[in-house]
């Protein structure tokens, strides 16, 4: 077991290179593989804190933030209108329906906690998964509207709150990955495999749901 208290860019890389690489032994219905490619970031649990704009608002539980009026259909339509890709710092993102899905087939290894609770989750929920963020968040008058939502990373939306992405610190992003579609293409290859050799982490019509989302077929 191993508490990680930040997150960075090169963890963002880190355990996107590590499921990525992890997703292609799946691909081929090599289990003992994939583990053995996932050692590097196994077991981890995210104990840390966060660091918020000046402006935050007081809770920080990501499911708590999830804008009301923001469909997971139209969530799944940004994150592929923006590749993918956290529209503030730059990193590689994967949709958290495709990490529910690792964490059904390595529960152990990758644990999960829909509220996100600390100490019981894996940090790479809060280094890749994307939120649909307001641009102009509603307590500056923003609206739902497609148009008025961005990709960023968990964390990334934590920390930003209410505030603009333009009134965050600058980062250096790194080189756009050209073709990243944030795993969608293992995706139903993982569930399959999670239905016979893990623990099941949603409710029953989870996976199937989000495929449907994403257009993809179902398993």
Not at 83 to 88: G, H, K, N
Not at 160 to 183: F, M, Q, Y
Request: with cysteine.
């Amino acid at each position: 077991m191993t508490a990680v208290l930040t997150i960075d860019l090169a963890d963002v890389d880190r355990y996107a290179d590590a499921l990525s690489a992890a997703a292609k032994a799946i691909a081929t219905g090599d289990v003992v593989e994939a583990r053995e490619i996932i050692g590097p970031i196994a077991f981890e649990r995210w104990e840390g804190r966060l660091r918020y704009a000046a402006n935050a608002g007081t809770t920080s539980d990501p499911v708590e933030r999830r804008a009301r009026d923001v469909t997971d259909r139209m969530r799944a339509q940004v994150f592929l209108r923006d590749e993918m890709t956290c529209t503030y710092c730059g990193g590689r993102c994967i949709p958290r329906n495709v990490l529910v899905a690792f964490s059904d087939l390595f529960p152990d290894e990758l644990p999960y906690h829909q509220n996100y609770r600390r100490g019981a989750i894996h940090p790479m929920y809060w280094a890749l998964a994307p939120e649909a963020d307001h641009t102009l968040a509603h307590a500056r008058g923003g609206t739902g509207d497609i148009a008025n939502l961005t990709t960023l990373h968990t964390m990334c939306n934590a920390r930003k709150s209410d505030s603009l992405v333009t009134e965050l610190p600058t980062v250096d992003r790194p080189a756009h990955v050209v073709g990243w579609d944030g795993l969608l293409e293992a995706y139903r290859s993982i569930v399959a495999l999670g239905n016979s050799h893990g623990r099941r982490h949603s409710a029953a019509g989870y996976h199937r749901r989000w495929l449907r989302h994403f257009s993809l077929e179902p398993v």
